[in-house]
C-alpha cells in the first residue's frame, strides 16, 4: 500500500491549533481517531470561513448531508499535549456529487504527524441518497481552487 502524498502545487486551507488533553490517551500523546475529528473541523471551518457558506446552514435547513464513504489515514508521528500543529486541507477532485480531500497534521516544527484522504458524498439528509454537489457550494469551491496558496 503506497503512502499518502500531498499535492505539489494547487489551493490549500489551514487551521492552527494546539493539541489539548481532551485529544490525548493517557500516555499524553493524541489518541489516534482524534485526528479525525480534528479534520472534520477542519472541513467545517473551511466551509465556514473559506467557502464563505455555513456548514451548520448546509446540514440544517438545506439538508444537505457531507458523509464520508472512503478513508485511508497514514499516521507518520506522534502529536503530544501542548504541541502546536497546523492542519491543512487541499482538494483531490470535485466530481458530480462527491469530494475528494487531503488533509494532513503537522507541527510547527516541519514534522508530518498524521495524513489522510478522504471521499464525501453530498446525500439528501431525508432520503439519504446522493445529490448533485449544489450549485452555490459548487461554484465557491471552484473559486476557491482558481486561487492560489494557503489561506
Known amino acids: 500500500m503506497a503512502a499518502l502524498t500531498w499535492p505539489e502545487h494547487g489551493a490549500f486551507f489551514r487551521s492552527n491549533i494546539s493539541i489539548r488533553f481532551a485529544h490525548c490517551d493517557p500516555a499524553g500523546i493524541i489518541f489516534f481517531p482524534q485526528y479525525l475529528v480534528l479534520f472534520n473541523g477542519l472541513v467545517e ?86 445529490v448533485a454537489v449544489p450549485g452555490h457550494i459548487r461554484a465557491a469551491i471552484e473559486r476557491w481552487m482558481a486561487g492560489d496558496g494557503a489561506q
Not at 466551509?47 to 464520508?68: C, D, K, S, V
Not at 497514514?74 to 469530494?99: E, N, P, T, Y
Open 45 to 130: 471551518d473551511w466551509f465556514n470561513l473559506t467557502l464563505e457558506h455555513p456548514y451548520a446552514q448546509m446540514l440544517g435547513p438545506e439538508r444537505t448531508g457531507l458523509p464520508i464513504v472512503h478513508l485511508e489515514c497514514d499516521f507518520r508521528a506522534i502529536a503530544r499535549m501542548g504541541d502546536a500543529v497546523h492542519l491543512d486541507l487541499a482538494v483531490q477532485k470535485l466530481g458530480s456529487r462527491s469530494l475528494e480531500l487531503v488533509l494532513r497534521c503537522a507541527g510547527t516544527d516541519g514534522v508530518l504527524r498524521a495524513m489522510a484522504r478522504k471521499v464525501l458524498v453530498f446525500t439528501n439528509l431525508d432520503t439519504h441518497a446522493a
